[in-house]
């Protein structure tokens, strides 16, 4: 019974206690009504945005994801592969070595075509061709130009070698920049691409070379050693002094001095034993030898009967033991690829890179890796961070919201999301009030204060105090509409040019006349045309109705 009474008591003592509960009591306190629900209203604010605030952020603080950053201090490669798999996104290593040389974890080899290695290029070879009994220059033919084209082949495979490795020289010094570790994927990528550029700029370079040189030759109208594009011929002039005359050849009715890259089948001319000449095959002879060589197969170097045949037109004092090129050895040219295309490729068959990805790493030297994770907040940090906050979050509150309220308590006036909006929706119920006026001058602190009158409630109106601004924009704010009408300056804009009216009356003799006239003429015409019609139409009814037959009935009496 003790605790029934004191729970009935205690309720309207809470009660009545949060009614007049006010944390913003003014000092002295007021007595003013209008204040003290300024404050009570403030009061109930704060505490709303108190709570609101401290539960927005205790379900931020435990609920939002934060990102944790974690060092790992020289891992090796492994360890930064297993925390490559987990966190590439926001792994990175720094190097401690920026820039490393690309010999350091790059390597290129490379295979030359099998005729760079063959018997064909060897000074026996050449030497062999160059024995032939009948090797002059009055017949271009293969004695006279093969000892020079297969020269001229072992110069271009030298060349390539030289090229390549020094090349090769420059590309290993250049350097691998990256500020941190690249993955595996990236550097595989970047090295295969490294490698690609290395191929690509070195065959550009030699292309270049080459045909800068051929077409210097050609454009300086150079003679050739052997004689092949020019014929030089000794003669005699008016003055019976020797002169040298040169005539350009022709191969094929192709002059040597419009094209230098005129050929023929080069063939053996030969007396021995009576046989005839034999084509070398996919083998030329030009106006330069290069140019004839560029042009030229090794077709026949592949064929062991045609090397037979070769060696038997060369007929040289001792036959020499000459072995076929392996046409069964994996090769991206065909046997009748143009020399000329091998040295498009560098005469390489195959390029082989070697990508050492753990030299790489080991040069970079990793300081450090770091990444990120996402994770929550941990329940200490929570409530550091609420007490941290609780304080200034009241001094804020306690700051902001007495000032809130009173922007905010103007009677009848109302903001929103656009000023327009807000506006239509207001009243004009403060500005017929003096007293709120006053109010609202002491709120606004201007530096000096101005004598505002309210508007007159006492006016004759057709709105109300309280209507709305769009209520009163519904009627154009319009008190009273008051029209005139001036009729005379309506008719004075009008000028008229005359005026028309009707009046009834009977028509004259002479109209009366004149219509029986025109009617009697029209139905005279009209029955000489319809009467005769008329009594012939009679005339046969009636005389249908005479014949007519009429049955008689007789009747018998019983």
Request: hydrophobic share 35%; glycine share 4%; aromatic share 12%.
């Amino acid at each position: 019974l003790v605790l029934h009474t004191y729970t009935c008591r205690l309720f309207p003592t809470l009660k009545n206690y949060c009614l007049t509960f006010n944390v913003f009591k003014s000092v002295p306190p007021s007595t003013d009504e209008h204040e003290l629900k300024n404050q009570k209203i403030s009061t109930r604010i704060f505490i709303v945005l108190l709570i609101l605030s401290l539960t927005i952020l205790l379900l931020y603080t435990s609920l939002a994801d934060i990102t944790k950053t974690i060092n790992v201090p020289t891992p090796d490669l492994i360890k930064y592969e297993q925390l490559y798999s987990k966190y590439s996104q926001t792994l990175t290593c720094p190097c401690q070595h920026i820039s490393i040389n690309y010999e350091n974890f790059l390597s290129i080899e490379y295979t030359f075509h099998q005729v760079c290695t063959s018997i064909f290029i060897t000074d026996d070879w050449i030497s062999y061709i160059g024995m032939s009994y009948e090797a002059t220059s009055a017949n271009i033919n293969f004695q006279w130009t093969g000892s020079n084209a297969f020269q001229a082949l072992r110069a271009f495979c030298d060349l390539i070698e030289s090229t390549i490795n020094n090349s090769l020289i420059q590309f290993n010094s250049t350097q691998y920049i990256t500020a941190s570790v690249a993955s595996s994927e990236l550097f595989q990528l970047q090295a295969r691409s490294f490698v690609k550029q290395f191929i690509s700029s070195t065959i550009n370079t030699f292309v270049l070379s080459l045909n800068t040189i051929r077409n210097s030759t050609h454009g300086e109208g150079l003679l050739s050693g052997l004689l092949t594009n020019y014929e030089i011929t000794v003669g005699t002039s008016i003055s019976n002094e020797s002169i040298v005359l040169g005539a350009p050849v022709d191969y094929s009715k192709c002059s040597c001095d419009l094209s230098s890259t005129c050929i023929a089948q080069s063939s053996f001319l030969s007396s021995l034993f009576n046989m005839d000449n034999f084509y070398v095959p996919g083998f030329y002879k030009g106006c330069y030898v290069i140019e004839a060589l560029l042009q030229s197969t090794l077709q026949c170097f592949y064929d062991q009967t045609c090397i037979d045949q070769l060696q038997i037109y060369l007929s040289p004092p001792v036959p020499m033991d000459v072995t076929a090129l392996d046409s069964s050895l994996p090769s991206q040219y065909f046997d009748d690829s143009t020399i000329e295309d091998l040295l498009n490729n560098l005469m390489i068959e195959e390029w082989n890179s070697t990508q050492l990805y753990d030299q790489y790493y080991n040069k970079c030297q990793p300081i450090e890796c770091t990444y990120t994770i996402e994770t929550r907040n941990s329940v200490i940090y929570i409530i550091t961070t609420i007490f941290g906050i609780f304080g200034g979050l009241i001094t804020v509150l306690r700051c902001i919201v007495p000032q809130v309220v009173k922007i905010f308590n103007v009677t009848g006036f109302y903001v929103g999301c656009y000023t327009t909006e807000a506006l239509l929706r207001s009243t004009l119920e403060c500005f017929y009030n003096q007293t709120c006026i006053d109010q609202l001058q002491i709120y606004l602190l201007p530096p000096v204060l101005k004598n505002v009158t309210a508007l007159d409630s006492s006016l004759p109106s057709q709105y109300s105090d309280d209507s709305t601004i769009e209520y009163l924009l519904n009627n154009l704010m319009i008190e009273e509409w008051n029209p005139t009408h001036i009729y005379d300056l309506y008719y004075n804009e009008c000028q008229p040019k005359e005026c028309t009216y009707t009046i009834r009356t009977r028509n004259n003799i002479l109209y009366v006349i004149t219509t029986l006239i025109g009617i009697i003429g029209g139905l005279t015409r009209v029955s000489k045309i319809l009467v005769p019609i008329l009594v012939k139409i009679i005339v046969y009814c009636f005389r249908k109705w005479r014949n007519r037959v009429v049955p008689q009935i007789s009747i018998i009496q019983t």
